[in-house]
């Protein structure tokens, strides 16, 4: 937004990572006339960080803040997004009794549909011992709920904002007689019909807040950054034109880094991308080349749409620290310039993860 009050020269464009963040810049996408890539978007990050890495993290620290068991426990799940999903099915698969409250019909069929108790918010409330927001809203919990909560629940918020969970309000409840830090990331309210309730890390993503928060795993994140990347490295090369403001990340980049991310763990089952000889193109790619085809010939001009694989083609190993070759990817349009102008700029480290020289 500063850019668009007073542009300066030599931007060649940028990637988004948030949700929130896209929402602020798709209303300026026909303004801004540089490629924007909204990581987030990515199915990618959406499955294996906000799902599989939130969902085990989230559980990861809720058995280590409070050391309790969560087999038998029923546990209720507000929202059913990306997040939400794995937070409900990581709880389960931990032999919880798991319900989801989502707002969402459809959404709550889903959750129906994937086996999960999906009860009104005041029932689910009354049966919690322990309650997760995942939500993204503001105040899904709030005082109005203490006398719903069963004496000795847990809440526990992991959704961006301290406020999924309304703890000020929480706290300054008539009810609530008498409130302290009974652990390290535990505050225990204590109320006046004699019920107790625990609140983690005071209402911040548990995963990420209260003692020695770990939050996602390594290799999600090394997705994450992996998916910036390339963005980064294909807006560098003058590859995307205007058109690409506040899009998705290209397809092509999804399939480059899936392929890179399941050669790395052996997994991929074809061959390997990493080393391949120049002017073949990775595994899973529908890359013409995958299939012993010319390249597509490119029309002139810029391109102002989305990119698919069709428009890539492999480049030679980039500049790669302490591992064998990893390729890539960029439309042909700039494959000429890329080793010269950007390629040199990257390392590509053996986890994935890049980082600029
Ligand atoms: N803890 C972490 O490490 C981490 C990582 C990524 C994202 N997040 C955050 O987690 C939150 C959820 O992310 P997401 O990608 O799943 O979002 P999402 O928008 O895909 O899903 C949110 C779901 O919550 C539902 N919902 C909204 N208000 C509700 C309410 N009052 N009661 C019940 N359901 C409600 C929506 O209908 C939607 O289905 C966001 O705030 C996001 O920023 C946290």
């Given at each position: 937004m500063r850019y668009l009050a007073g542009p300066y020269p030599g931007l060649l464009g940028g990637t988004e990572e948030t949700t929130s963040g896209r929402m602020r810049l798709r209303p300026l996408a026909a303004r801004l006339g540089v490629p924007v890539l909204v990581i987030n978007d990515s199915p990618i990050k959406q499955f294996a960080e906000n799902r599989h890495a939130v969902g085990q993290s989230v559980l990861e620290s809720y058995l280590r803040i409070t050391n309790r068991m969560t087999n038998g426990r029923q546990v209720a799940v507000f929202g059913y997004g990306a997040c939400g999903k794995g937070v409900a099915a990581n709880f389960r698969n931990a032999c919880a009794s798991v319900a989801v409250v989502e707002i969402d019909p459809v959404t709550r069929l889903e959750a129906s549909l994937d086996g999960f108790a999906v009860p009104g918010r005041e029932e689910a409330l009354r049966t919690a011992d322990v309650v997760i927001t995942v939500t993204g809203a503001e105040a899904v919990i709030t005082g109005e709920d203490l006398g719903l909560l069963k004496d000795g629940a847990v809440l526990l918020n992991a959704g961006h904002f301290p406020r999924e969970i309304a703890v000020d309000e929480l706290a300054s409840a008539p009810a609530v007689v008498q409130r302290h830090e009974a652990a390290d990331g535990i505050e225990t309210f204590r109320l006046d019909d004699g019920r107790s309730f625990h609140l983690l890390t005071r209402g911040h993503m548990a995963n990420l807040a209260g003692p020695r928060p770990l939050g996602n795993s390594i290799e999600s994140m090394d997705l994450g950054f992996a998916l910036q990347a390339r963005c980064l490295e294909a807006v560098a090369a003058g590859?995307?034109?205007?058109?690409?403001?506040?899009?998705?990340?290209p397809k092509f980049i999804d399939e480059l880094v899936a392929t890179s991310f399941l050669d790395l763990c052996g997994r991929s089952g074809t061959t390997a991308s990493a080393g391949m000889a120049p002017g073949s193109t990775a595994p899973g790619s529908t890359a013409p080349g995958a299939r012993g085809q010319r390249p597509a010939r490119r029309r002139r001009g810029r391109p102002t749409g989305p990119v698919d694989s069709r428009t890539t083609r492999a480049l030679g190993?980039?500049?790669?620290?302490?591992t064998r070759p990893v390729r890539m990817y960029v439309p042909s349009r700039a494959a000429a310039s890329v080793?010269?102008?950007?390629?040199?700029r990257f390392t590509v480290l053996r986890a994935g993860a890049v980082s600029s020289e």
């Open positions: 590859s995307l034109g205007g058109g690409h403001a506040v899009v998705p990340v190993s980039t500049t790669l620290r302490g080793p010269s102008r950007v390629a040199n």
